[in-house]
Nanobody, 123 residues
């Protein structure tokens, strides 16, 4: 089974940037649609960005559109989430998830999940 490990979280002031990485182990991420999800304390998990395994098309939630960018580096088996102009409401645990079915990923039922990395944005 695909294993995913996130890194790159941290503490940043509002307006700052972070780049999260999602590294795949066991299988090539090229065959997987990958999504980034976040969960803030007391809130439901939210899907913020997705990249397909077909044509690398991307989807962003309205809350991050124009500020976050998802991309792949197949040579390193990594999917990145570049987060710019961060806001306090972006605070949460960010997890990546993968599935060979883009539809399953978009439904939030992906079969592979990482443990997450904490992002904290101060005002």
């Amino acid at each position: 089974q695909l294993q995913l490990v996130e890194s790159g979280g941290g503490f940043v002031q509002a307006g700052g940037s972070l780049r999260l990485s999602c590294v795949g182990f066991g299988f090539s991420l090229n065959y997987y649609a990958i999504g980034w999800f976040r969960q803030a304390p007391g809130k439901e998990r939210e899907g913020v960005s997705y990249i397909s395994n077909n044509d690398n098309s991307t989807i962003y939630s309205d809350s991050v559109k124009g500020r976050f960018t998802v991309s792949r580096d197949n040579s390193k088996n990594i999917v990145y989430l570049q987060m710019d102009n961060l806001k306090p409401e972006d605070t949460g645990v960010y997890s990546c998830a993968g599935d060979v079915s883009y539809g399953v990923l978009l439904s939030g039922q992906a079969r592979s999940w990482g443990r997450g990395t904490q992002v904290t944005v101060s005002s």
